[in-house]
């Protein structure tokens, strides 16, 4: 299991758009993944389970992956969240 914080830095924090663009990233991976939010954990593959978080701009998620590609997974999940979703388009 590997784990990784990262702050959301991007003005409307984890919602919509990036929320899907980052679960459809998050759905590339065999792994099992999760988004931490102080005491609440969703799977990253979950557009409700995402939003139901609430992130915004300035927010502390854990990114959190078990499987066979998780490094690659958390590595991933983590500089798309810091390029504030930079390949968005």
């Known amino acids: 299991?590997?784990?990784?914080?990262?702050?959301?830095q991007n003005s409307v924090g984890l919602h919509a758009r990036p929320a899907t663009f980052?679960?459809?990233?998050?759905n590339e991976f065999k792994s099992s993944i999760w988004v931490e939010k102080e005491d609440r954990r969703v799977n990253a593959k979950s557009l409700l389970g995402v939003l139901s978080l609430g992130i915004v701009?300035?927010?502390?998620i854990s990114?959190?992956?078990d499987g066979s590609d998780e490094e690659e997974?958390?590595?991933?999940?983590?500089?798309?969240?810091?390029?504030n979703f930079a390949e968005q388009g």
């Not at 299991?1 to 959301?8: D, G, H, L």
């Not at 980052?22 to 998050?26: L, M």
């Open 1 to 8: 299991m590997v784990s990784n914080n990262v702050t959301v």
């Open 22 to 26: 980052f679960i459809q990233k998050a």
């Open 57 to 60: 701009k300035g927010a502390e």
């Open 63 to 65: 990114i959190i992956a």
């Open 73 to 83: 997974a958390v590595k991933t999940l983590v500089e798309l969240i810091e390029s």
